[in-house]
């Protein structure tokens, strides 16, 4: 995001406000990168964003305020991303596919963002917590939406969804606090298996991924 001009710019005040607000989430998703939510300040926040002090209180009461605002703002953008990118129509196993493989692309293109959505959600305080679980329900039905019953079974049960979306940011947080977040999509295979076996069964998952 890049910084306003100085001086006269005949810029409205919403426009800079709004400028503000998005250098502030990616000032935090940095700082939060480096020191974590422990470790960043809102001193440290707005000296990155090269916001002021009274600024940044005009914009969040606190930091906690701050971070869950960009962390509701950075789950939109990836469901946003995500969803556009599989589309409508289509098989259900070919659209789960494109769908992962887009999510982990857009997450390893951004490991700050990546951090402040899968790790530092879960130590940032109970109200960012409940933000998360009610993010991950919004994935569920992306998983639901035309899904298959194994072959001469019954339909998994309506919890499957919600433990395999959950199985997978739990997946994906593992592997970023190893370090490999620029690395996820190489995982897709791993985190595809997951995901299809409980409709498809590991047979059909695994030949449907080699096949991709």
């Not at 790790?119 to 109970?126: I, K, M, N, Q």
Request: aromatic letters at 8%; glycine letters at 8%.
């Amino acid at each position: 995001m890049e910084r306003l001009p100085r001086g006269r710019h005949g810029l409205s005040r919403e426009f800079i406000a709004q400028n503000q607000r998005e250098r502030l989430f990616a000032a935090l998703a940095e700082c939060l990168h480096e020191r974590g939510y422990e470790g960043t300040t809102v001193t440290m926040i707005g000296k990155r964003a090269a916001v002021s002090k009274s600024d940044f209180y005009k914009q969040f009461k606190s930091k906690d305020a701050c971070f869950l605002a960009a962390y509701e703002d950075s789950v939109a953008r990836i469901r946003e991303q995500v969803l556009a990118a599989c589309g409508e129509g289509g098989e259900w196993a070919a659209r789960v596919l494109t769908a992962l493989d887009a999510l982990l692309r857009l997450l390893a293109a951004e490991p700050a963002q990546t951090q402040l959505v899968l790790v530092e959600g879960l130590r940032a305080g109970r109200g960012v917590y409940d933000c998360y679980q009610e993010a991950l329900q919004g994935f569920v039905p992306l998983l639901r939406d035309g899904a298959p019953a194994p072959a001469g079974g019954e339909p998994p049960p309506a919890a499957t969804d919600e433990a395999v979306v959950g199985g997978i940011a739990s997946l994906l947080a593992r592997r970023v606090l190893a370090g490999e977040a620029e690395r996820l999509p190489e995982f897709l295979p791993e985190i595809a298996e997951f995901a299809l076996t409980p409709y498809l069964g590991a047979t059909e998952a695994r030949r449907i991924i080699s096949e991709r």
